[in-house]
């Protein structure tokens, strides 16, 4: 596993695997490779910063060249790692150059399309206010404030339910190693995690929470069951 996305030239198969999921000539989101992108990420903390190295250039490309829709897909790509990935993706996008290249995404030049603005605005909205009360990711708060101030205008913001389901909470909690999967092993399920439905989840969660209850304190289990709980009223 020490060697899955990893690679002898400067195009590393972590990377190809990115541009391949972001690839605008693609019919539809590639979620079995998403997923897989995320669980590496999971499985090796040191290539979070990897990962947001890349999708910067991502959002960078000319879109009156390559297309909006690598564009939209990048953004994809972005919300799956943040949503799936933890404190340690986090940090990453919690980075001035960082947000400032993402903002970049709506530059008047660029004349960018209703979908993507709004795509945009809610993403940092969104993580403005789910990491408000973490120091380390106060920039992003800040930032936030930034843009609005300079009148960029915001959708309006989202309950705090679908806050806490778009971006959980950034504290370090122990968890099962995800599966390892390489490249070549196909992918057990192309849905999303964000998208399985209440049964889905709730049949996942009996097969697996006496292994898992025993790993977590008890106010683990009890954010663990208020966060399912969510989900499963959302679905």
Not at 145 to 174: D, H, M, R, S, Y
Request: charged share 25%; aromatic share 6%.
């Amino acid at each position: 596993m020490a060697s899955f996305f990893r690679g002898p030239f400067q195009s590393t198969p972590f990377q190809q695997a990115i541009e391949k999921a972001t690839d605008g000539n693609q019919p539809s989101e590639d979620w079995g490779l998403i997923m897989r992108i995320c669980d590496h990420v999971v499985m090796h903390e040191d290539s979070a910063k990897e990962a947001v190295k890349i999708i910067r250039k991502r959002l960078q490309i000319n879109p009156v060249t390559s297309g909006w829709r690598t564009i939209g897909l990048t953004l994809t790509l972005l919300e799956a790692l943040t949503k799936n990935c933890g404190k340690s993706f986090h940090l990453q996008i919690a980075q001035k150059d960082f947000l400032k290249d993402f903002r970049g995404v709506l530059a008047p030049k660029n004349s960018p399309p209703a979908a993507i603005q709004e795509k945009v605005l809610g993403m940092i909205q969104i993580w403005a206010l789910a990491f408000r009360d973490d120091p380390e990711l106060i920039v992003v708060g800040q930032f936030y404030e930034e843009c609005k101030q300079q009148g960029l205008e915001f959708p309006p913001a989202e309950p705090e339910n679908i806050i806490k389901a778009a971006v959980p909470a950034t504290g370090t909690i122990e968890r099962p190693a995800p599966v390892a999967r390489s490249m070549s092993q196909p992918a057990s399920a192309t849905m999303p995690r964000q998208d399985r439905s209440a049964s889905d989840i709730s049949s996942h969660q009996t097969i697996r929470e006496p292994t898992v209850l025993k790993q977590m304190t008890p106010e683990q289990i009890a954010k663990l069951r208020s966060e399912l709980d969510v989900v499963q009223t959302n679905a």
